[in-house]
Every structure is written in structure tokens, then in C-alpha cells.
């Protein structure tokens, strides 16, 4: 099945290929620059002495940059507006890079621009949507180009409501709160601050994916601008081998511009969280295994189940949704049987909900994401809450320290939604499912602490994966939007996704612009630090 997918596409990227080349090899950047109104003539004169280095190509580039759109549209440091925008990153590590300039582009032929002047420069770049990839260059470059997609803020509804257009510098908040007054939503992100640009393009879990699936599965159509600076949509019917690809490749193969999401009917909401403590983690396990396995039963309810530390004590978080206006619903009564220290759960809208996450997701700490992918087990759910709590006693005392261990369900009927609109690249399949979805996640404050909080990470993930292993229930699907700079995402989707991945790069970019102007994140051939911790 996922052989046979690849394959198809496969067939069609070498048939693409065939037919004609998407950028010719006499492809002149210079000339493309032109075509869009630049002044070059300007650029050869702003050279200046050029010793070949980083530095200088940057400086040539964010001085065209800045003399083809104004200083409005660039920040550089010692401007007030540099710190303010370095400070809208939520990890402390992204906040610490110091890009040459940041650029802002409010159309899309100035990404095409800016996308051609790194590689007449080649100085390089990193995009930024929301900001909340937490590593270092992960959306931020240490003496390049960061295009911030802030100003690409539009919403708007088709004549129909099916098909919401959405800026990539949209948080999910704001797409929400636009969306409601018509009883609409998207399936999107569930904390407020998070970016529709690296959320949609890494897959994407909602509230509402039991029901329709994943963000990345419910995208129409992609408005992309390739390292050629041309600007294609992508959809099931036209350039489908990108569209394939964009759901879930990240950001290997341009920069999307316009996200034609589908909108799903949705009025009020019910959930929240219920506060437990450590006597009440064998229930919390039993039920998050039975909603799990019982997920196909009522597709309106969702779940996340947290573990975590703080003030010496262990507690866990049962943060329970439900897609209509209903309160403890019947699929939940194992859950809501389970005495709880607090309860947050009411009857309250989608934008509502995601503010009350985003207010324990505070910006300005250090931070770390791992993942892993497992079979879905009790048992094994158990060995995972256990291993956590074992080994964050080595870092236990790291100032301000909140480490958690979150467990969610890739339910099947989130699985089968994945093969809609001719699949996906993340080479997961219904019939493996339901899986359990572990990321690890930590915050801190002191930089003197990062390696031995890392390491405690690193630990964790090898521990549950090696016993994972023994008992059969390893899988090697790495969630880019959960995975640390030491893992490697892509090849976890399998040899021949990775393969059909490369080629379909290969056609929109030949000369790898994604992969070399563009360093930062997840990038096809394996993890952005090959080193463990
Ligand atoms: C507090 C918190 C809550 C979260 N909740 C969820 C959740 O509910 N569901 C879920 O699935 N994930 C969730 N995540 C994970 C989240 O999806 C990832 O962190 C994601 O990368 C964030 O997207 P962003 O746009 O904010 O990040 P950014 O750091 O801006 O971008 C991440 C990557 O995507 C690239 N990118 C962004 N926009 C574009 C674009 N338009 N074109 C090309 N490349 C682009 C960037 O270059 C970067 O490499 C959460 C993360 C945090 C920290
Ligand atoms: C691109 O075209 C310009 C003329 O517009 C020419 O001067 C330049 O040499 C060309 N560049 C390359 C790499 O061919
Ligand atoms: C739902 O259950 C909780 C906990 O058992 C209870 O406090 C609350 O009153 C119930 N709400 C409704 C509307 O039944
Ligand atoms: C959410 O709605 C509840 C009930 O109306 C309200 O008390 C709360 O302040 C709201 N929270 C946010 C973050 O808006």
C-alpha cells in the first residue's frame, strides 16, 4: 500500500520530468530578478569590495532588500524593532539567533524576490510562521536573511465558506476567531500562538482530527513560491506530486504563500483539563487506552494526557475536548470517574480553549521537543509515564524546570483519513493504528543546563524505544512537528517516501535551494544535528 503510493508518484515525477524541466538549466536569477522589478544595476554597485564571504553576501542582500522595499520591511540589529521581533519566538534558543536582517515580506512576489536574492547572493535564509519550532535555526539564521511572514495575514472565505485562504503568518488564534462569527473552523492547531506555516506543513493535530483527519490532510491547495521565485499552486489537480509532498515534507520544497484550508462546520465546543495525582495514574492510563482503542466510536472526542513534575510532586493532566456543546459525554465517563484535584472542563468556543493552552505554553524559556511512535498498549503507556519520572530525577533540580512526558492517540480513523486526496508522505497506514504519539517536552531557564537536560531526553526516547523493540511495538514514524534537531524525520517515513520526497524536491529545485540556502529544520536526508547530545 504505501509502496504502491510512492511508487504512483514515482512514475509521475519521472513522467514530469520527462515532459519538461520546471526550471530550464540556463535559468538566470539575475534576469528572474528583473523580470519582478528589481533594479540589479543597484545590487552591483552595492557590492562593493565582495571578499566572498557569509557576511558580505548577507550585507548585499539585506541592502537590496531594503532599497527595493523600504526600511519598513527589513529590520536590522540596533533597530528596536529587531529585539521585539526576536522576542515573538516562544523558545529562548530561537530568540538568541541573531540574524544579518529580517525581512518582511507583505506579497508574494517579494518572497519570490527574496528567495532569488539568496541565491544571486548566496546568502542564506530561514522563514518563520509562528515561531514555535523550538531549536535553534530552526525558523532563524545566525547571519542570514529571516523571512518573517507576519505581514501575509489574510483570511478569507470562499463564496461557498467551503475553502478558508489563509496567510502563512497567521497564528491558529486568529484564523479562529475570524472563522467563528460564522460558525466555521479549520482543522488547525489547539494552542493559540502557534503558527499555521510549520503546523500545517508537519502534519498537523487538532481537536477535530478523529473526525477529519489531520491539518495537512485538509488542505485544498498550497500557494507556493519554488526556488525559482515562480509561484505554483499546488493541489490534487494541478502539481500534485507537490502537493503530495507538502503534506508533511516540511519545508523542503518552497515557501507557501496561501494555505487553501477546508472549513468544517463548528459551533461550540466542550472541554478542558482535570488535574490528577499520582494515585489516579493506573485510571488515567486504563482510560487513555480504552478511548483510544474505542476512538471510531464517537469521532467528536479527543484527548491528551500529560505527566509532569513540578514543586516535587508528580501529577498528570487529563485535557479531554469534545466537538459539540456537550458536557461528560458518555465516552469520556472513565475519565470523569477519576476523582480529580481541579477541573477546567465547560462548554466554550475553539478560540476560547486555545488560549487557556497557550497560557501554560508561556515564550521566553528554553525548550525541548522529542517524539516517538509506538503501538498503542496499556502496558507500555505505563513503562513510558515510568522511565520519564526515573530519569528526570538527574535533572530534577535545573532551575525552573518543568519537564512532561504527553501522550496522545493517532487514532485509526485518523489514520484513514490520511489516504484522502491521494495520501500523504508520512507513510503511516490505518491498519497499524491506533498509536501512541509520546513527545517529551521540557522547559528551563539556564543555558549551563541544556546538555544535561538533553542528554536526560535523549535517554528517555532510546529507553522507550529499545523496550518498544522487545515487546513489538515500535514504529518508525518520527512527527516533525514534535522531533528534536537530533532526529532524523524523513527517513522515518519510509525509503520510498524519502525517495519520491528527493525527487519531487529535485524537480522544483534543482540546485537544492531548500536543502542548502535554507539549512535550518528537517531536511529530506536526515536530522539537523547528527551528533547525540
Ligand atoms: C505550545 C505548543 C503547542 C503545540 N500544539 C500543537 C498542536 O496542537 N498540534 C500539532 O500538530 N502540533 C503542535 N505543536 C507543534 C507545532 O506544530 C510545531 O512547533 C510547528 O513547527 C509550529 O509551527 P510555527 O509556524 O509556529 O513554527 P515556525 O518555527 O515558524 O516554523 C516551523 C518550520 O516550518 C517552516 N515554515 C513555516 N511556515 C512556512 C511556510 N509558509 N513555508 C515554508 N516553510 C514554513 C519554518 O521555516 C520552520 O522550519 C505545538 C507546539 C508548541 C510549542
Ligand atoms: C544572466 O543574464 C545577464 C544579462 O541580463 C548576464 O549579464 C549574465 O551573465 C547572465 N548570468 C548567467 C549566470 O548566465
Ligand atoms: C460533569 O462532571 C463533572 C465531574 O464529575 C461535574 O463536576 C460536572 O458538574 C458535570 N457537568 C455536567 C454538566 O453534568
Ligand atoms: C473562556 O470562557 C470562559 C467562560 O465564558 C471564561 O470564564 C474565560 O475567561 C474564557 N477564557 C479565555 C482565555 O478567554
Same mark, same amino acid.
Not at 22 to 46: H, M, Q, W
Not at 166 to 192: C, F, H, K
Not at 282 to 311: T, V
Not at 334 to 345: F, G, N, S, V
Given at each position: 500500500?504505501?509502496?504502491?503510493?510512492?511508487?504512483? #508518484? @514515482? *512514475?509521475?515525477?519521472? +513522467?514530469?520530468? /520527462?515532459?519538461?524541466?520546471?526550471?530550464?538549466?540556463?535559468?538566470?536569477? !539575475?534576469? $528572474?530578478?528583473?523580470?519582478?522589478?528589481?533594479?540589479?544595476?543597484?545590487?552591483?554597485?552595492?557590492?562593493?569590495?565582495?571578499?566572498?564571504?557569509?557576511?558580505?553576501?548577507?550585507?548585499?542582500?539585506?541592502?537590496?532588500?531594503?532599497?527595493?522595499?523600504?526600511?519598513?520591511?527589513?529590520?536590522?540589529?540596533?533597530?528596536?524593532?529587531?529585539?521585539?521581533?526576536?522576542?515573538?519566538?516562544?523558545?529562548?534558543?530561537?530568540?538568541?539567533?541573531?540574524?544579518?536582517?529580517?525581512?518582511?515580506?507583505?506579497?508574494?512576489?517579494?518572497?519570490?524576490?527574496?528567495?532569488?536574492?539568496?541565491?544571486?547572493?548566496?546568502?542564506? #535564509? @530561514? *522563514?518563520?510562521?509562528? +515561531?514555535?519550532? /523550538?531549536?535553534?535555526?530552526?525558523?532563524?539564521?545566525?547571519?542570514?536573511? !529571516?523571512? $518573517?511572514?507576519?505581514?501575509?495575514?489574510?483570511?478569507?472565505?470562499?463564496?461557498?465558506?467551503?475553502?478558508?485562504?489563509?496567510?502563512?503568518?497567521?497564528?491558529?488564534?486568529?484564523?479562529?476567531?475570524?472563522?467563528?462569527?460564522?460558525?466555521?473552523?479549520?482543522?488547525?492547531?489547539?494552542?493559540?500562538?502557534?503558527?499555521?506555516?510549520?503546523?500545517?506543513?508537519?502534519?498537523?493535530?487538532?481537536?477535530?482530527?478523529?473526525?477529519?483527519?489531520?491539518?495537512?490532510?485538509?488542505?485544498?491547495?498550497?500557494?507556493?513560491?519554488?526556488?525559482?521565485?515562480?509561484?505554483?499552486?499546488?493541489?490534487?489537480?494541478?502539481?500534485?506530486?507537490?502537493?503530495?509532498?507538502?503534506?508533511?515534507?516540511?519545508?523542503?520544497?518552497?515557501?507557501?504563500?496561501?494555505?487553501?484550508?477546508?472549513?468544517?462546520?463548528?459551533?461550540?465546543?466542550?472541554?478542558?483539563?482535570?488535574?490528577?495525582?499520582?494515585?489516579?495514574?493506573?485510571?488515567?492510563?486504563?482510560?487513555?487506552?480504552?478511548?483510544?482503542?474505542?476512538?471510531?466510536?464517537?469521532?467528536?472526542?479527543?484527548?491528551?494526557?500529560?505527566?509532569?513534575?513540578?514543586?516535587?510532586?508528580?501529577?498528570?493532566?487529563?485535557?479531554?475536548?469534545?466537538?459539540?456543546?456537550?458536557?461528560?459525554?458518555?465516552?469520556?465517563?472513565?475519565?470523569?470517574?477519576?476523582?480529580?484535584?481541579?477541573?477546567?472542563?465547560?462548554?466554550?468556543?475553539?478560540?476560547?480553549?486555545?488560549?487557556?493552552?497557550?497560557?501554560?505554553?508561556?515564550?521566553?524559556?528554553?525548550?525541548?521537543?522529542?517524539?516517538?511512535?509506538?503501538?498503542?498498549?496499556?502496558?507500555?503507556?505505563?513503562?513510558?509515564?515510568?522511565?520519564?519520572?526515573?530519569?528526570?530525577?538527574?535533572?530534577?533540580?535545573?532551575?525552573?524546570?518543568?519537564?512532561?512526558?504527553?501522550?496522545?492517540?493517532?487514532?485509526?480513523?485518523?489514520?484513514?483519513?490520511?489516504?484522502?486526496?491521494?495520501?500523504?508522505?508520512?507513510?503511516?497506514?490505518?491498519?497499524?493504528?491506533?498509536?501512541?504519539?509520546?513527545?517529551?517536552?521540557?522547559?528551563?531557564?539556564?543555558?549551563?543546563?541544556?546538555?544535561?537536560?538533553?542528554?536526560?531526553?535523549?535517554?528517555?526516547?532510546?529507553?522507550?524505544?529499545?523496550?518498544?523493540?522487545?515487546?513489538?511495538?515500535?514504529?518508525?514514524?518520527?512527527?516533525?512537528?514534535?522531533?528534536?534537531?537530533?532526529?532524523?524525520?524523513?527517513?522515518?517515513?519510509?525509503?520510498?517516501?524519502?525517495?519520491?520526497?528527493?525527487?519531487?524536491?529535485?524537480?522544483?529545485?534543482?540546485?537544492?535551494?531548500?536543502?542548502?540556502?535554507?539549512?535550518?529544520?528537517?531536511?529530506?536526508?536526515?536530522?539537523?544535528?547528527?551528533?547525540?547530545?
Amino acid at each position: 500500500m504505501r509502496i504502491s503510493r510512492a511508487m504512483r #508518484f @514515482a *512514475v509521475l515525477v519521472a +513522467g514530469t520530468l /520527462a515532459e519538461s524541466a520546471f526550471e530550464p538549466v540556463d535559468f538566470n536569477v !539575475t534576469n $528572474a530578478l528583473v523580470d519582478l522589478g528589481v533594479n540589479v544595476d543597484f545590487i552591483s554597485k552595492l557590492s562593493g569590495p565582495v571578499e566572498g564571504s557569509s557576511r558580505d553576501a548577507c550585507r548585499i542582500a539585506c541592502n537590496a532588500l531594503e532599497y527595493t522595499f523600504g526600511s519598513d520591511s527589513v529590520d536590522t540589529p540596533r533597530r528596536p524593532s529587531y529585539d521585539s521581533f526576536t522576542n515573538t519566538y516562544w523558545s529562548l534558543q530561537q530568540a538568541s539567533v541573531d540574524p544579518y536582517c529580517i525581512f518582511k515580506p507583505s506579497k508574494r512576489e517579494q518572497v519570490s524576490v527574496v528567495v532569488l536574492l539568496s541565491r544571486l547572493t548566496q546568502c542564506p #535564509f @530561514a *522563514v518563520k510562521s509562528g +515561531g514555535h519550532a /523550538a531549536f535553534a535555526g530552526a525558523s532563524s539564521i545566525e547571519g542570514g536573511i !529571516t523571512v $518573517a511572514l507576519e505581514r501575509m495575514n489574510e483570511i478569507t472565505l470562499s463564496s461557498d465558506n467551503k475553502i478558508a485562504s489563509i496567510g502563512p503568518g497567521n497564528r491558529w488564534q486568529d484564523v479562529y476567531t475570524r472563522l467563528e462569527s460564522q460558525d466555521l473552523a479549520v482543522v488547525g492547531g489547539r494552542v493559540a500562538a502557534i503558527g499555521v506555516g510549520g503546523l500545517t506543513l508537519g502534519g498537523g493535530i487538532s481537536f477535530f482530527s478523529n473526525q477529519y483527519g489531520w491539518a495537512c490532510d485538509n488542505v485544498a491547495s498550497y500557494e507556493v513560491v519554488t526556488a525559482s521565485g515562480i509561484v505554483v499552486t499546488a493541489s490534487l489537480s494541478s502539481s500534485s506530486d507537490l502537493y503530495w509532498a507538502l503534506r508533511g515534507g516540511g519545508n523542503n520544497f518552497g515557501i507557501v504563500t496561501r494555505f487553501d484550508l477546508q472549513t468544517i462546520p463548528q459551533g461550540k465546543m466542550w472541554g478542558g483539563g482535570r488535574l490528577l495525582n499520582e494515585a489516579a495514574f493506573p485510571a488515567a492510563i486504563k482510560a487513555f487506552y480504552n478511548l483510544g482503542m474505542n476512538s471510531a466510536q464517537d469521532k467528536d472526542a479527543a484527548q491528551i494526557l500529560s505527566f509532569a513534575y513540578a514543586q516535587n510532586t508528580k501529577f498528570a493532566s487529563a485535557d479531554l475536548q469534545y466537538a459539540k456543546p456537550v458536557a461528560n459525554t458518555s465516552i469520556f465517563a472513565e475519565y470523569m470517574a477519576i476523582p480529580a484535584m481541579k477541573d477546567t472542563t465547560q462548554i466554550r468556543s475553539l478560540s476560547n480553549l486555545t488560549m487557556q493552552f497557550d497560557a501554560s505554553n508561556p515564550n521566553g524559556l528554553r525548550e525541548t521537543y522529542w517524539t516517538a511512535t509506538f503501538k498503542l498498549d496499556e502496558a507500555f503507556a505505563a513503562f513510558t509515564k515510568d522511565v520519564f519520572f526515573e530519569e528526570i530525577a538527574a535533572i530534577a533540580d535545573a532551575p525552573s524546570l518543568v519537564p512532561a512526558v504527553t501522550l496522545q492517540v493517532i487514532t485509526t480513523p485518523q489514520l484513514e483519513k490520511m489516504a484522502q486526496n491521494g495520501g500523504n508522505p508520512l507513510g503511516l497506514d490505518a491498519k497499524d493504528g491506533p498509536l501512541i504519539l509520546l513527545n517529551l517536552n521540557m522547559m528551563w531557564s539556564l543555558i549551563d543546563d541544556d546538555t544535561r537536560i538533553l542528554e536526560t531526553n535523549s535517554k528517555i526516547l532510546d529507553r522507550t524505544v529499545a523496550e518498544a523493540e522487545k515487546r513489538g511495538l515500535a514504529v518508525d514514524y518520527i512527527y516533525m512537528n514534535y522531533a528534536s534537531q537530533y532526529q532524523s524525520v524523513v527517513p522515518s517515513y519510509g525509503e520510498a517516501n524519502q525517495d519520491t520526497l528527493e525527487q519531487i524536491a529535485h524537480h522544483y529545485d534543482p540546485i537544492g535551494v531548500f536543502q542548502k540556502l535554507q539549512p535550518g529544520y528537517f531536511k529530506l536526508g536526515g536530522a539537523p544535528v547528527s551528533s547525540a547530545p
